[in-house]
Every structure is written in C-alpha cells, then in structure tokens.
C-alpha cells in the first residue's frame, strides 16, 4: 500500500492564494537515491542507520534528504513507497497508484523527497494525471531527460519545474524549460531577475521561471550554511515553520 502525506508547512501555504481552500498532499519516495539527475543538491540518508552523506558535487544538503536523516518514520515510509514500485512495469505502477491515491486530493505534489527514477515511472504519473483531469499534479524535477522524451504528451494538469544543478540542465537551455533555482540570497535572486517562490504558486501557476531560497540543515563551515547564517542575520527566515512565515 502506498502512503500519501498530507500536507506539509510549506503546501500549506498554497491556500494563502486559491480561490477556495484545497486539500493538498504529496507522495515522495528516498532522496538521492531515486534521483538520477542530481548533482548540485545530491545527498542520502543511509535507508538503515539514517546517516546522512553527500555527494562528491554537493553543493547544498538536499533539505528532505536531512528529514529521512532526522525521522526515522519518514524515511521507512519513502522506502515503502519505492521497493514495490521499482519492480513494477508502468501499468502496474499506474494501478498501484491509482488504487491509494486520496479520494479528496485536489492537488499533489509528486515528491516532496525523490525524484522519477526511470521513464517508466515519470510515464505512469502522466497517465494518473490523465485519469484525474479535475485535479492538479506538480513536480520539481533534475530527471529532465525524461520530460524531454514526452515533452509533447504533458497533460495540462500536470506542472512540472526544471531544477537547475543537475545533470541535464543543458536540455533546460535547449527546450527553454520552467525552471527554478535554488539562491543563497535575495541579491542573488535579483540579479537573476527572479522572483523567490515562498508558497508554490509560481511553481503550480504559468508565471515563467522563479527562485527557491536556500533552506533546511547544511553541512558546517560551507557556503551554503554561511548563506543560511546571512540570512538569519538580516532577520529572514527562510524555512518553512508552521509557527513562521518567510519573511523578506
């Protein structure tokens, strides 16, 4: 049985601008090691002992890689969602997900940790957002080789964002792709003429390419940790607390 999850502090935020209040989840599978695109963000908690490590380009510790490193439950539940999944063909996959998708789902968001692991798994989620043409679908993304490969078959309900720092960013400059960024300060964003996304409406709606702001556990003494204490300097949050909002 697959296992959905309600959402977290940040899809909360999606309701500050619905129309209507929506019922939002997400479904994630293990960080890193279902991500073949990764580069700039790859990271792993051990599916054991939790330990987390880095990959040789890290740039940034992958926030949701940190959480299965912190909770065990989440990390077990991501497992159980990838070992059934991975020995399935995509119409088996499409069954199985289809069967435990939430009834009262309005939007989802396909990984909040992982990423499409193999062109067989990104084509059944396409043909879940196909039988759900009432609901939305959307996705971060470094597997931009698979998008390319059904770039002309994507369903209108299911947006998907390019995530620059990965193996594949050349086929986001060829194809123009949507694409969001990860910076390390609102100057960075400004420079890159981005506006900073803070509650998945850019990543949901048509609104061209945005920045994310560098959040989450990272590792001592690096860039992006230093980053992390700026910003903290200058009194903005950038997590994504239920009891805090981001403030900039």
Same mark, same amino acid.
């Given at each position: 049985?697959?296992?959905?999850?309600?959402?977290?502090?940040?899809?909360?935020?999606? %309701?500050?601008?619905?129309d209507?209040?929506?019922?939002i989840?997400?479904?994630?599978?293990?960080?890193?090691?279902t991500?073949?695109g990764?580069?700039?963000?790859?990271?792993?908690?051990?599916?054991?002992?939790?330990?987390?490590?880095?990959?040789?380009?890290?740039?940034?510790?992958?926030?949701?890689?940190?959480?299965?490193?912190?909770?065990?439950?989440?990390?077990?539940? #991501?497992?159980?969602?990838?070992?059934?999944?991975?020995k399935?063909?995509?119409?088996?996959?499409?069954?199985? =997900?289809?069967?435990?998708?939430?009834?009262?789902?309005?939007? &989802? #968001?396909?990984?909040?940790?992982?990423?499409?692991?193999?062109?067989?798994?990104?084509?059944?989620?396409?043909?879940?957002?196909?039988l759900?043409?009432?609901?939305?679908?959307?996705?971060?993304?470094k597997?931009?080789?698979?998008?390319?490969a #059904?770039?002309?078959?994507?369903?209108?309900?299911f947006k998907? %964002?390019?995530? #620059?720092?990965?193996?594949?960013?050349? &086929? =986001?400059?060829?194809?123009?792709?949507?694409?969001a960024?990860?910076?390390?300060?609102?100057?960075?964003?400004?420079?890159?003429?981005?506006?900073?996304?803070? %509650?998945?409406?850019?990543?949901?709606?048509?609104?061209?390419?945005?920045?994310?702001?560098?959040?989450?556990?990272?590792?001592?003494?690096?860039?992006?940790?230093?980053?992390?204490k700026?910003?903290?300097?200058?009194?903005? %949050?950038?997590?994504?607390?239920?009891?805090?909002?981001?403030?900039?």
């Amino acid at each position: 049985m697959l296992k959905f999850s309600k959402a977290n502090a940040k899809l909360e935020r999606i %309701n500050e601008w619905t129309d209507k209040k929506q019922t939002i989840y997400s479904f994630s599978l293990p960080s890193g090691y279902t991500c073949p695109g990764a580069l700039d963000c790859r990271s792993f908690a051990n599916k054991n002992t939790g330990k987390i490590i880095d990959g040789k380009d890290t740039k940034y510790r992958c926030f949701s890689a940190s959480t299965e490193s912190m909770f065990p439950s989440v990390r077990n539940q #991501r497992w159980d969602n990838f070992e059934p999944l991975k020995k399935l063909d995509a119409t088996d996959m499409v069954k199985a =997900i289809r069967e435990d998708l939430p009834k009262d789902m309005n939007i &989802l #968001r396909v990984h909040v940790g992982g990423d499409f692991f193999h062109q067989r798994y990104f084509d059944a989620w396409l043909a879940i957002a196909r039988l759900n043409p009432t609901k939305t679908f959307y996705a971060y993304t470094k597997s931009i080789h698979m998008w390319v490969a #059904r770039i002309k078959t994507i369903p209108g309900n299911f947006k998907l %964002n390019a995530s #620059r720092g990965g193996k594949y960013d050349n &086929l =986001i400059d060829e194809y123009k792709l949507k694409e969001a960024v990860v910076v390390f300060s609102l100057e960075e964003a400004e420079a890159k003429n981005l506006e900073i996304d803070h %509650n998945e409406k850019h990543a949901i709606q048509d609104t061209g390419n945005f920045a994310l702001l560098i959040h989450g556990t990272q590792p001592k003494g690096s860039e992006a940790s230093e980053a992390l204490k700026s910003l903290k300097k200058q009194g903005i %949050n950038s997590g994504y607390s239920r009891k805090e909002s981001v403030s900039v």
